[in-house]
């Protein structure tokens, strides 16, 4: 087989302000071009190197797009030579630069084009776009492999819908032998395993002598996707480890006071003042670190922007409180608060991600009998101090945002400029509650340990479940390489 070093060209081709020199930035991950909500903003084919590998190169082209398809269209059918005429006509550069751009864009294509990207709005349904079948029998012209790429879908829907948007498609395309492939990629809101599968499509489409370097490069730019998505779960596990590993002394006010404070609770609502404190010191870290984890996570993926996240106050209520309990006291507090629950109910808002739900969550303090079994609860704990710290309850909540909040920057198109946070699509939740419940056992159990690796190896699972339920034509190449 032929080892020597190919280079793989792909020109992306469009009607004009639809969204390549986007969609360029967020193959790239590089502010290539100019982008702006106008036609033509684009004049000159711009090739860039997307991957390296073993000698070979993959080079993306952002081209001009089309304008008035219909008189291109003409021009080509009207003209022995088409190519040849666009250079040698030299008027169109400056009585008509449109349609000069235009030319630009198919000679690019034809001279330097292996496959070609058409990228088409979904905005409006195919047979509506005017433009879209004299495109299509430029493309034919060409005489290159097609992969029609969906742009503009809009917020991102659930699976099922998009599937049957993508199929209404390629029935519409059906009849055009050269398209290989048409496939949802919005420049806005897709995620790394939509271009992995691109770039099998690309393998797939293009010559048998070029196919094996173009597994090789797109090996080269999984991999390095790969590295980055288990970075991204590192420095969530990290997080939650570090909010499960807290622990914020409170202030003991003695018994007497304690005590009062319990029955003013209980009676009226409130609570301890110091315990407050506490709690919301707790919460303030948390929030801290969450802000933290999230531009570590905008840093990973090549995005820019201040990124913060935001916990609600009412979060310092779900703070579990750790007390130590009096050896001489202890029968006497174990009946006071027997079979008490202690709980508040709260909304969870993280970073632009509002989840609303009511939490309950609290601490049962039964019975502790005597002063023997009193002083055991207090060795086990290792608590010298009253302290508060996040229960289980909060600790998966934590990790079912981390996961989202992932998922955010994972589809976050660079064209889309600096990093800002968005609300998270209704479906995605419970897609990723599923693949969390397939591994309760296995995250409690990373939750009680100090080092984060255990919970990375769950965080990272779960991810790539929640991956191919959003994305299910990439399930096959999700599994770890």
């Known amino acids: 087989m032929d080892a020597a070093p190919r280079r793989i060209s792909i020109s992306l081709l469009a009607h004009t302000n639809v969204g390549k020199t986007t969609l360029a930035r ?18 000159f084919a711009e090739g860039h190197e997307l991957v390296t590998a073993n000698g070979h190169a993959l080079w ?19 003209s022995a030579q088409p190519v040849l005429g666009f250079l040698r006509d030299t008027w169109d550069r400056f009585a008509d630069r449109p349609f000069w751009c235009s030319q630009q864009a198919l000679k690019n294509a034809r001279e330097e084009a292996d496959v070609v990207l ?53 029935a519409a395309l059906a009849a055009h032998g050269f398209v290989k492939a048409v496939l949802p990629l919005d420049a806005f809101a897709r995620c790394w395993v939509q271009e992995s599968v691109l770039w099998r499509c690309v393998e797939d489409a293009l010559d048998a002598p070029l196919q094996p370097a173009m597994a090789a ?76 984890c999230l531009q570590r996570l905008v840093a990973l993926h090549g995005l820019d922007g201040a990124a913060a996240a935001r916990i609600a106050d009412e979060l310092a209520g779900l703070a579990v409180v750790e007390a130590p309990i009096s050896t001489a006291k202890g029968g006497m507090i174990g009946g006071a608060l027997g079979g008490a629950a202690l709980g508040l109910k709260a909304d969870l808002a993280t970073g632009g991600l509002s989840f609303g739900a009511g939490l309950l969550v609290g601490s049962v303090l039964g019975a502790l009998g005597g002063a023997g079994i009193v002083r055991g609860v207090n060795k086990l704990r290792g608590a010298e101090a009253p302290v508060v710290s996040w229960g ?24 889309r400029g600096a990093w ?62």
């Not at 097609?146 to 819908?161: E, H, S, T, Y």
């Not at 289980?392 to 064209?415: I, N, S, T």
């Not at 897609?431 to 769950?458: F, G, H, N, Q, W």
């Open 26 to 43: 967020t193959l790239l991950g590089a502010d290539v071009g100019e982008v702006r909500d106008a036609a033509h903003v684009t004049e």
């Open 60 to 78: 993306l082209w952002d081209t001009p797009g089309f304008g008035d398809s219909v008189r291109l269209l003409q021009r080509l059918e009207s």
């Open 118 to 170: 058409y990228l088409a709005s979904a905005a409006e349904p195919p047979g509506q776009a005017g433009y879209l079948e004299p495109e299509l029998r430029i493309l034919g012209w060409l005489g290159k492999p097609v992969i029609v790429l969906l742009n503009q879908l809009g917020a991102p829907r659930a699976p099922d819908v998009e599937a049957a948007e993508v199929a209404q498609w390629r």
């Open 217 to 292: 490069l797109h090996a080269a730019w999984r991999a390095r996707r790969e590295r980055t998505f288990e970075a991204s779960m590192q420095v969530l596990a990290e997080f939650v480890a570090a909010a499960a590993a807290d622990r914020e002394p409170v202030d003991d006010p003695g018994l007497s006071t304690r005590l009062r404070d319990w029955v003013r609770s209980a009676v009226v609502g409130g609570g301890d003042d110091a315990e407050a404190k506490a709690r919301a010191r707790l919460a303030a870290r948390l929030d801290a670190a969450a802000s933290a």
């Open 392 to 415: 289980q309850a909060v600790l998966a909540r934590l990790v079912r945002d981390a996961l989202l909040r992932y998922l955010a920057v994972a589809h976050f198109g660079r064209g």
């Open 420 to 481: 800002r946070e968005v609300g998270a699509p209704a479906h995605w939740p419970a897609m990723v509650d599923t693949a969390i419940a397939a591994r309760e056992s296995a995250l409690a159990d990373a939750l009680a340990m100090p080092d984060p690796t255990p919970i990375a190896v769950v965080l990272a699972a779960a991810g790539r479940d929640a991956l191919c339920a959003l994305h299910p034509t990439a399930a096959p190449w999700l599994a770890r390489p």
